[in-house]
């Protein structure tokens, strides 16, 4: 098993940027990939953007693409989500996910182990 614990998040004004960053311990050496999620309230839990581990390939939403960079740093075992040009629609509170089983890297079944989220606010 995998244990996750997020930080970096908190109330920021539209077009603003927060770092988040999620540090892994563990079971890390099967991790295969890590990943953020994201869920407002009342709507159902979505991609935002994954990494591969060992190659480094990236995934991101349609909805973050070039405003938001996932990288992680696997001396620290530490996942980021570097957010730009945030929006009032990012609002949500971020999970960051492990995936040890292979699979699909943008779906949420595939992603065994879970972080406790943090809040990302951003106001209009």
């Known amino acids: 098993q995998v244990q996750l614990v997020e930080s970096g998040g908190g109330l920021v004004q539209a077009g603003g940027s927060l770092r988040l960053s999620c540090a892994s311990s563990g079971r890390t050496f099967s991790t295969y990939g890590m990943g953020w999620f994201r869920q407002a309230p009342g709507k159902e839990r979505e991609f935002v953007a994954a990494?591969?581990?060992?190659?480094?390939?990236?995934y991101y939403a349609n909805s973050v693409r070039g405003r938001f960079t996932i990288s992680r740093d696997t001396a620290k075992n530490t996942l980021y989500l570097q957010m730009n040009s945030l929006k009032p629609e990012d609002t949500a509170a971020y999970y960051c996910?492990?995936?040890?089983?292979?699979?699909?890297?943008?779906?949420?079944?595939?992603?065994?182990?879970w972080g406790q989220g943090t809040q990302v606010t951003v106001s209009s």
């Open positions: 996910a492990a995936n040890t089983g292979g699979g699909s890297m943008v779906y949420t079944g595939s992603f065994g182990s």
């Open positions: 990494v591969k581990w060992g190659s480094g390939t990236t």
